[in-house]
């Protein structure tokens, strides 16, 4: 990406802890209550919050032995299309039985309180800030809950996965369109993130006045350039993480908390 390697300044000294802690949540509360428009940024520490394991930490039991190149690639689905299924209907399980936790809540009612737009553009496939209440969410990497055509054939794009299909259980239903097996709807290794989110998650970070990265590391590229993208247009950056995080140097604030502890009172009015 032209231009990402130019130095970026931290603005102002941060904390962790203590006192010093409560004046940086005063100081990012401030700023968003000020901003018009504003982008959530999640990742999987707000899923776990949640009780819903990474995809690495949910390999154990019986699934210990699996690479995660035969439960999510391509092309391990064409090699066993009924493994791959199983995992993604125990993955489904455990989701459904999940509930949204204080932060999804207070990023929801933060949105919901209107006067500014807010966007969430999440890396969690379980659709839990759309159970909370949160309306605009561009999902970077899918939604597990829903299902698509193998060989995308076109219409219906994406279909709930729940659909009653009167079929096997254990095998991945048919593409109602063309026959083919339906696939998880969402991002596996080696695939692109779908183009059309991106772009719009790539616009809400460039176009935002303050970003609220949670629960992620930001490793990851392509989603990984969205902080970056709100940095360089100007935003606030707030990072809120209980660990460190690959753009800590960068961020405006760092909050050291889980989401569930530091959003509702980030948020609140
Ligand atoms: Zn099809």
């Given at each position: 990406?032209?231009?990402e390697?130019?130095?970026?300044?931290?603005?102002?000294?941060?904390?962790?802890?203590?006192?010093?802690a409560?004046?940086?949540?005063a100081?990012?509360?401030?700023?968003l209550?000020?901003?018009?428009?504003v982008?959530?940024?999640?990742?999987?520490?707000?899923?776990?919050?949640?009780?819903?394991?990474?995809?690495?930490?949910?390999?154990?039991?019986?699934?210990?032995?699996?690479?995660?190149?035969?439960?999510?690639t391509?092309?391990g689905?064409?090699?066993?299309?009924?493994?791959?299924?199983?995992?993604?209907?125990?993955?489904?399980?455990?989701?459904?039985?999940?509930?949204?936790?204080a932060?999804?809540?207070?990023?929801?009612?933060?949105?919901?309180?209107?006067?500014?737009?807010v966007?969430?553009?999440?890396?969690?496939?379980?659709?839990?800030?759309?159970?909370?209440?949160?309306r605009?969410?561009?999902e970077?990497?899918?939604?597990?809950?829903?299902?698509?055509?193998?060989?995308?054939?076109?219409?219906?794009?994406s279909?709930?996965?729940?659909?009653?299909?009167?079929?096997?259980?254990?095998?991945?239903?048919?593409?109602?369109?063309?026959?083919?097996?339906?696939?998880?709807?969402?991002?596996?290794?080696?695939?692109?993130?779908?183009?059309?989110?991106?772009?719009?998650?790539?616009?809400?970070?460039?176009?935002?006045?303050?970003?609220?990265?949670?629960?992620?590391?930001?490793?990851?590229?392509?989603?990984?350039?969205?902080?970056?993208?709100?940095?360089?247009?100007?935003?606030?950056l707030?990072?809120?993480?209980?660990?460190?995080?690959?753009?800590?140097?960068?961020?405006?604030?760092?909050?050291?908390?889980?989401?569930?502890?530091?959003?509702?009172s980030?948020?609140?009015?």
């Amino acid at each position: 990406m032209p231009g990402e390697h130019e130095p970026m300044k931290r603005r102002s000294p941060v904390a962790e802890t203590g006192i010093a802690a409560d004046a940086v949540v005063a100081r990012a509360r401030a700023w968003l209550r000020e901003a018009g428009r504003v982008v959530v940024f999640t990742g999987a520490g707000v899923s776990a919050e949640s009780g819903i394991a990474t995809f690495r930490d949910a390999l154990t039991g019986l699934w210990a032995r699996f690479d995660p190149q035969a439960l999510a690639t391509e092309a391990g689905f064409r090699a066993d299309p009924a493994l791959v299924w199983r995992w993604y209907a125990e993955r489904r399980a455990a989701v459904a039985k999940a509930r949204p936790h204080a932060g999804h809540a207070a990023i929801a009612a933060y949105e919901a309180r209107g006067g500014r737009r807010v966007d969430v553009v999440t890396q969690n496939v379980d659709g839990l800030h759309r159970r909370a209440g949160s309306r605009n969410v561009l999902e970077l990497h899918g939604d597990i809950t829903r299902v698509k055509c193998l060989e995308g054939c076109g219409t219906p794009e994406s279909i709930d996965a729940a659909f009653d299909w009167r079929g096997d259980p254990r095998e991945p239903p048919p593409c109602p369109r063309c026959g083919a097996p339906l696939r998880p709807d969402v991002v596996w290794f080696g695939e692109f993130l779908p183009e059309a989110v991106l772009a719009e998650a790539q616009r809400a970070a460039s176009a935002c006045d303050a970003m609220l990265v949670v629960g992620t590391s930001a490793l990851v590229h392509p989603a990984a350039e969205l902080p970056m993208l709100a940095r360089r247009g100007g935003a606030r950056l707030i990072v809120v993480d209980p660990a460190e995080t690959a753009i800590d140097d960068i961020a405006d604030a760092r909050i050291r908390a889980p989401a569930a502890v530091a959003l509702p009172s980030l948020l609140a009015e």
